[in-house]
């Protein structure tokens, strides 16, 4: 891949916790007057996560620089540092006890002032006048305005002055408006109506407050990822000795040690004893994994019997349950192509609902003769077009569908890559380790001449300490053999080849058909066997000699052999019976690629052999230039530079780190059939992000004009803007009841119990 070079911006992510915000004209004024700072390159913030990420020059302007300009444009503003999960849990907690604490006091006392303003309008309607004083009136009314709604005035006052409009300035408008006629009306000696306004800004504040609730359920992801963290660990030291000490002071290298019924506190690799360990809340597998003395395991999971004695391998921020959260975080705070277009409407929608309520009030007075009724179907206007239900419809379906998704074993990079799998129609998978296990196993060897342990002793000697699969076979079956493996002198790899090192004194090269034959080795002794092998599913490595004692020769072959993933067959036909084509990928020579790609089901034409890294790129690029969009689903390091290329990239767990930093999503559980899952989570929620979007738009499209012309008042639109927002939330939590489609080969995917993550 062509080297980016260097720029000289010093670019910096920061996230921060936002309060303050009321809708999605707020989220849309906030990122254009920190796109105006000086040095920040771009800016996403989340109504429902209440996250702001932002991109800046840390060289132009530092965090208390964008702190400052949040708070000048009358919101609050906390950093959360990159990967500290410690400050993700605190901001959680402040989030509920900043929208909790304040709102119950204003609510008791707001509800109890506007008792007997409710039971004056009940008795008008019902023809028997409870007969308040208007003095009285105005005197229960103005408290809820001015207190109660001091809020709006705050958010309103802030808005207008950076040149915005939100829901704050249309509450606090419509409201003044229908208060101003109450004063008026108790100063001209008629009948007060203070009802409406005082009202209309209770209900919006319960209606704020159940959504908060509401967005806080969409939140419970990160929440009980937070949840399954202990808070201490059992630290043997070299004494024998066992202390329980907080996680947070345990170092990699550390003993730790779990017992039967605790959550494992770190990554770790097993050292001493054995037990069954619930992996459910990382992986997505149901069934509960025996762990024994070699295994990973992971930060957070569940033993459920045994002892076991671990090596600390990560902790905290830098295990995997630490860099879960903070993924899921980051995919928080981005946004969907749907929801951008939302926010950009919402930027300018406040300002075109002043302009309607402005016509609304002209006309009436034109109709009528009398502006005070005028005042009414304006203010109404006001109420119902808040465009909370707007900023809400994506958000809140984003942040259940990522929970849904780690709830799977799927974790989410972004927002975009959910969005991207929906419009996927080709996915490449990589063979090795992807649609197989990737832990290939020695099957047979043939030389030409002597002995097949001196072969493989060379093989096995020339990749001493390599850590590929291939190599790895090798070893394990030098080590049963008992052999002497030589330790490698000037080894070199030579990519999609092979491998080349001096050995006992011998220039030796292990590797593919085509090294042997570039090098000037005839294959030809070994032909036979090796197309046989071949055609068996075995993968052939071919064993030569280069010394300059004697001309290049062929010493032997060797067959290794690496099963296919459970599901691995059926996770391709589900995608086949969706529509989306599939290939597979892979190095192998064309007769061994054709067998491996038989038992899976595919056809000839499915198949790419003898693909090089550089291949795999190539056929990526090939596919989208002819109109596809294309999945790229891979394990290993010659796997990243395709998983980065192509549309999406899906990078299984257990591969390396440069595969799963590269891509979109990654398969915490190595199932393939993951894929499939992926790809009807992401139809489920655009399906979801749809209803809201139609829900939220088509309310306006309704309310607006029934406020216009009077059908319903203030009182009714504020109910009516209320539930708007919890019907978009509501349907956005019923995402959590999703499961697989029915009546295909993805619902062979087991569904995961234990803790549940939406």
Not at 558 to 581: C, H, P, Q, W
Request: aromatic residues 4%.
């Amino acid at each position: 891949m062509d080297q980016v070079a260097p720029t000289e911006t010093t670019s910096t992510i920061a996230r921060f916790v936002i309060t303050g915000m009321t809708c999605a004209a707020c989220v849309s004024r906030l990122e254009r007057l920190l796109m105006r700072q000086p040095g920040v390159l771009s800016a996403s913030i989340s109504l429902t996560a209440e996250r702001a990420e932002l991109v800046f020059d840390s060289e132009r302007i530092g965090v208390p620089d964008l702190i400052m300009a949040v708070e000048a444009a009358g919101f609050g503003a906390r950093p959360v540092a990159k990967t500290q999960t410690s400050e993700v849990q605190t901001s959680h907690e402040e989030s509920r006890t900043a929208e909790d604490g304040p709102v119950r006091p204003v609510l008791v006392i707001s509800g109890l002032l506007c008792l007997p303003l409710l039971a004056e309008m009940i008795g008008m309607l019902a023809g028997v006048p409870v007969g308040l004083p208007g003095w009285l009136q105005w005197g229960l009314a103005t408290p809820i305005q001015f207190w109660a709604g001091a809020r709006f005035y705050r958010g309103a006052w802030f808005a207008l002055r950076t040149g915005g409009a939100n829901m704050d300035v249309l509450v606090a408008v419509g409201t003044s408006a229908a208060y101003g006629l109450g004063v008026w009306r108790v100063l001209d000696g008629a009948p007060p109506q203070f009802e409406a306004a005082a009202l209309v800004i209770l209900l919006v504040i319960v209606g704020k407050g159940l959504e908060a609730r509401a967005r806080r359920a969409t939140n419970r992801a990160v929440e009980l990822l937070l949840a399954s963290r202990p808070e201490t660990a059992r630290r043997r030291g070299r004494d024998g000795r066992e202390e329980t000490i907080p996680v947070g002071l345990i170092m990699p290298g550390d003993l730790a040690v779990v017992r039967a019924g605790e959550r494992i506190p770190v990554d770790g690799v097993v050292v001493e004893g054995r037990a069954s360990v619930n992996e459910a809340m990382v992986s997505g597998e149901p069934m509960p994994m025996e762990r024994g003395p070699g295994a990973f395991v992971i930060g957070g999971t569940h033993n459920l019997d045994g002892c076991l004695t671990l090596r600390v391998r990560a902790v905290g921020d830098d295990a995997i349950l630490g860099q879960m959260i903070a993924l899921v975080g980051h995919a928080q705070a981005t946004k969907p192509r749907i929801q951008r277009l939302a926010d950009q409407v919402s930027g300018w929608f406040a300002f075109l609902v002043v302009g309607i309520a402005v016509v609304t009030a002209v006309g009436w007075w034109l109709a009528t003769g009398e502006p005070l009724a005028a005042i009414l179907p304006a203010v109404t206007v006001l109420v119902v077009a808040c465009p909370c239900a707007l900023g809400l419809a994506t958000p809140a379906v984003m942040a259940v569908a990522f929970g849904v998704a780690a709830r799977h074993g799927l974790l989410i990079r972004d927002a975009e890559a959910l969005e991207t799998a929906c419009r996927v129609t080709t996915v490449l998978f990589d063979k090795t380790g992807t649609l197989t296990e990737g832990r290939p196993e020695w099957a047979d060897i043939e030389v030409v001449e002597g002995d097949s342990d001196g072969v493989l002793a060379l093989a096995a000697g020339v990749q001493r300490g390599n850590d590929h699969p291939l190599a790895r076979a090798m070893a394990e079956a030098a080590r049963v053999r008992a052999l002497d493996v030589p330790e490698p002198v000037g080894f070199r790899a030579l990519p999609g080849r092979g491998v080349a090192a001096t050995v006992a004194g011998r220039d030796v090269v292990v590797g593919s058909l085509a090294l042997i034959t570039e090098i000037g080795i005839n294959p030809a002794p070994l032909t036979r066997t090796a197309l046989a092998w071949e055609q068996a599913g075995r993968t052939v490595v071919w064993v030569g000699e280069t010394g300059p004692q004697h001309p290049p020769r062929l010493l032997g072959v060797i067959a290794v052999t690496d099963r296919l993933r459970s599901g691995a067959g059926a996770a391709l036909a589900a995608l086949v019976e969706v529509g989306i084509d599939v290939v597979m990928l892979t190095g192998d020579g064309l007769a061994a690629a054709m067998a491996t790609g038989t038992r899976l089901g595919l056809a000839p034409s499915q198949i790419r052999a003898g693909v090089r890294p550089e291949g795999k790129i190539a056929e990526v690029e090939r596919r989208q230039a002819a109109g596809h969009r294309v999945a790229m689903v891979g394990d290993g390091i010659n796997d990243a530079p395709a998983l980065a290329r192509a549309d999406l990239g899906i990078a299984m767990a257990g591969g390396t780190d440069v595969a799963v930093h590269a891509a979109g999503v990654t398969l915490m559980r190595g199932d393939p059939l993951l894929v499939p899952v992926l790809i009807d989570l992401a139809w489920a929620v655009r399906r979801k992000m749809i209803q809201n979007m139609v829900w939220a738009f088509g309310f306006n499209l309704v309310a607006l004009p029934l406020a216009a012309l009077g059908v319903f008042g203030p009182v009714m639109a504020a109910v009516a803007m209320a539930s708007s927002s919890l019907i978009v939330v509501g349907n956005a939590l019923s995402l959590q009841r999703w499961r697989p489609a029915r009546g295909s080969a993805v619902t062979s995917a087991q569904q995961p119990d234990g803790v549940a993550l939406s």
